[in-house]
C-alpha cells in the first residue's frame, strides 16, 4: 500500500484578533515547527502526535509513505489566506509528485477556520479528495475538539477523533485511523465508498467541562470503541471548540460503516447518550479573588497540592496567555506557595535576561492583550532558553521551545513567563525556570483541562473566570454563523464571581 501522510493543524479560535501567519506555522512551539518531505517522519518521531501514531502503524505494517508536509501552529484568530494558500497549495503540489497513491491520511485538528475560508479543514479535504483517483482512500485523524463538517465527511472514507481530554491519546488516534484505513480500503478499492453519517448536539458544552477523566465524559467515551466491529469502521465523538464563530460549531458524533443504517444508528445510540447527559455538564465558576481564596482553603485543609484553571486565557484556546486577573489578585492576597504559569510576554522575559538573575526590577508585565499588565517591582530567580523536553502524561518526549524565559517574584508570587503563548499543561514548563509546581500550595495555570493529566495528583481544581477569550459562558459571545436553535449551556457561578 503506497500512502501519502500531510498534516496541517490549527484551532481557531474566530473571537481572537491574532491572526495565525505563516511565522506561527513555520515555527517550533510545543510541536515541531513545519517539516517537509523525509524531514517529516524523523522530526515526529517520539511525539504523541497523530500523524506519530500513523506512521508507526504502516511502517510496521510494512506500508510504503509518502511524507507531503506536517505543520502546526499554535490556537489564535483565523489562519490568513497567505499561510492557508500557502500551505495547502505545497501539500497538493506534494501529492501530485508523490504519483499514483492507495490513501491520503491528513492530521487535522477539525476546528480550522481561515480568513477566506469558514470550515478549514473541509476545504482541505475536499481539495485532497478533488485530486486523487476515486479508488483511493482519504481518511483523517482530527483533535477531540473538532467542530465537523458536512464538507468534511463528505471528503473522507474515515475520519477517527481523539477520546481523552487531556489528550493522551493522540497517537493512539493515529494507529486507530491507520486501522480504519485498512478496514475500508477493500471496499474503496472495489468502488464502494463507506456510508457515513453525521449527527449535532443541540448545544454547546464548555471546554471546562468536557474533560474524560470526569462524569459525563468519561462514560461518554469509554463504550465509543464498543460501537466498531466488522460492520462500524469508525465512530466518533467530538466535543467541539466553542468559541469559534462557525455554523457547525459543537459536539458531533460522525459514523463510517458498511451500510447507511449501521452508521445511523451508531450516531443516533451515541448523541442519545450525549443529550441526556446535558444537565451534568457545568461547574462552579469563581471570580479571580474568590479562585484564590477557595484554593488556598482547600490546599490547607488536605495539605496538598490545588490547581487554579485560568480558563479564559488558555492559549490552547486560541487566549492571549498575558491576562493577569489572577496575577493581580494572587499578589493582593500575599500568601506563601503560589505560582503562576506561563505568561506570554517577550518584552518582560528579554528585560529580565537583561537583568540578570538576582536583580530587582519594575515590570509591567503581560497584559498586552488587553492593556491591563501587572505592575511592580519584580526580583528575577531564574531564566532560561525556554528549551527542554516535556515529561508530562500528553506532552512526554515533546521539544519545547518556548523562546527565552524568566521566572519573577511578584510579592510573594512566583510568576513563569515565557516568549512564546504556550498551555501551561505540563509541569516542565515551570521547572525548566527553576518554579516546582509540587512545592506549592496552589498553582495557576493558563489551561482549561490539559493541565489534569500533569497535575493528577492535585488535590483539587478550582476553576477561575479571569479575562481572556476564551469565556465558559457563551452567552458573551457574538456568534453570527453559529445555528441559531443551538443552546449554549448553563453555568454555576460561585459567589463573588461576575453574574
Ligand atoms: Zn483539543
Redesign the pocket.
Same mark, same amino acid.
Do not use: L, P, V
Given at each position: 500500500m503506497r500512502v501519502a501522510v500531510a498534516g496541517f493543524v490549527h484551532?481557531t479560535n474566530t473571537f481572537s484578533p491574532h491572526p495565525a501567519t505563516m511565522d506561527r506555522f513555520a515555527e517550533a512551539d510545543g510541536w515541531p515547527p513545519l517539516v517537509t518531505g523525509s524531514e517529516l517522519p524523523p522530526a515526529l518521531a517520539g511525539s504523541n502526535l497523530p500523524a506519530t501514531g500513523f506512521l508507526e502503524a504502516a511502517r510496521l505494517d510494512g506500508a510504503e509513505v509518502l511524507p507531503l508536509l506536517w505543520c502546526s501552529a499554535v490556537p489564535s484568530g483565523p489562519v490568513t489566506r497567505e499561510a492557508y494558500d500557502a500551505i495547502l497549495a505545497w501539500m497538493l503540489e506534494r501529492l501530485q509528485a508523490a504519483g499514483p497513491v492507495d490513501a491520503v491520511y491528513l492530521d487535522l485538528h477539525g476546528a480550522m477556520v481561515a480568513e477566506h475560508e469558514r470550515d478549514g479543514d473541509g476545504a482541505v479535504l475536499a481539495a485532497v479528495r478533488a485530486e486523487v483517483e476515486a479508488s483511493t482512500a482519504v481518511v483523517a485523524s482530527l483533535?477531540? !475538539?473538532a467542530n465537523v463538517s458536512g464538507a468534511m465527511v463528505d471528503a473522507s472514507d474515515a475520519l477517527v477523533a481523539f477520546r481523552t481530554?487531556p !489528550?493522551v491519546d493522540m497517537a493512539a488516534t493515529g494507529r486507530r485511523t491507520y486501522a480504519a484505513l485498512k478496514a475500508v480500503l477493500p471496499g474503496i478499492r472495489d468502488g464502494r465508498r463507506p456510508a457515513r453519517a453525521l449527527g449535532r448536539s443541540p448545544f454547546l458544552v464548555p471546554l471546562v467541562c468536557q474533560s474524560t477523566d470526569a462524569e459525563p465524559g468519561r462514560r461518554l467515551y469509554a463504550g465509543l470503541g464498543d460501537r466498531e466491529g466488522p460492520s462500524v469502521y469508525a465512530t466518533s465523538l467530538a466535543m467541539g471548540f466553542p468559541p469559534a464563530d462557525t455554523w457547525e460549531t459543537g459536539p458531533s458524533v460522525v459514523s463510517y460503516a458498511e451500510t447507511e443504517p449501521a452508521a445511523r444508528q451508531a450516531v443516533a445510540a451515541v448523541l442519545a447518550q450525549l443529550e441526556a447527559a446535558e444537565a451534568e455538564f457545568a461547574v462552579p465558576l469563581h471570580a479571580p479573588e474568590s479562585a484564590i481564596a477557595e484554593a488556598l482553603r482547600i490546599a490547607d485543609a488536605s495539605g496538598g497540592l490545588v490547581v487554579v484553571a485560568d480558563t479564559r486565557d488558555n492559549p490552547g484556546a486560541g487566549g492571549a496567555g498575558d491576562t493577569t486577573g489572577l496575577l493581580t489578585a494572587a499578589v493582593k492576597r500575599d500568601a506563601e506557595g503560589v505560582a503562576i504559569g506561563v505568561l506570554a510576554d517577550p518584552d518582560t522575559a528579554a528585560r529580565a535576561t537583561q537583568a540578570g538573575v538576582g536583580a530587582e526590577i519594575t515590570v509591567s508585565v503581560g497584559g498586552r492583550s488587553d492593556g491591563r499588565p501587572y505592575v511592580g517591582p519584580a526580583r528575577v530567580t531564574a531564566l532560561g532558553d525556554g528549551r527542554f523536553t516535556a515529561t508530562g502524561p500528553m506532552f512526554g518526549g515533546s521539544h519545547m521551545d518556548l523562546g527565552p524565559m524568566a521566572a519573577l517574584r511578584c510579592g510573594r508570587v512566583a510568576v513563569a513567563v515565557a516568549s512564546r503563548r504556550m498551555q501551561a499543561a505540563d509541569r516542565s514548563m515551570f521547572r525548566h525556570v527553576g518554579i516546582e509546581p509540587d512545592a506549592q500550595r496552589v498553582v495557576i495555570v493558563k489551561s482549561s483541562v490539559h493541565f489534569r493529566a500533569d497535575f493528577a495528583h492535585a488535590k483539587a481544581v478550582v476553576v477561575a473566570d479571569a479575562p481572556g477569550l476564551n469565556p465558559v459562558n457563551h452567552d458573551t459571545l457574538d456568534y453570527q454563523h453559529l445555528r441559531s436553535s443551538v443552546r449554549r449551556m448553563p453555568v454555576v457561578h460561585a459567589s463573588g464571581a461576575p453574574g
Open positions: 484551532e483533535d477531540f !475538539h481530554y !489528550h
